[in-house]
C-alpha cells in the first residue's frame, strides 16, 4: 500500500476539539511536525477532515523505509 507524508502547516489554536484530536491521532504536534503514514481509507477521511491544517506528499517506499528506520 502507499505512503504518505502529512506536515502539520497551520496551528490548532481556535479548532474545535474534534479537530485537534484528528491531528494528534495523525501523530502530528508542532506546527513543522511531520509523519508517514499508510495511505488507508481512515487515515485519509482524517487527512481529509484536517486538509486546511495539513499538506500531504505521496512518499516512495525506500523513502519511508528510511525515514522509520531513524
Same mark, same amino acid.
Given at each position: ?6 506536515? =502539520? ?8 476539539? +474534534?479537530?485537534?484530536?484528528? /491531528? ?5 504536534? !508542532? ?5 508517514? =503514514? ?5 487515515? =485519509?477521511?482524517?487527512? !481529509?477532515? /484536517?486538509?486546511? =491544517? ?8 525506500? +523513502?519511508?523505509?528510511? !525515514?522509520?528506520?531513524?
Amino acid at each position: 500500500m502507499a505512503k504518505i507524508q502529512i506536515t =502539520l502547516v497551520r496551528s490548532t489554536i481556535h479548532q474545535k476539539p +474534534a479537530k485537534r484530536a484528528t /491531528v494528534r491521532s495523525l501523530g502530528l504536534r !508542532k506546527i513543522g511536525s511531520s509523519n508517514i =503514514l499508510e495511505a488507508t481509507p481512515a487515515v =485519509l477521511g482524517m487527512v !481529509k477532515a /484536517v486538509e486546511h =491544517l495539513v499538506t500531504t506528499t505521496e512518499v516512495a517506499a525506500a +523513502a519511508a523505509a528510511a !525515514k522509520e528506520g531513524n
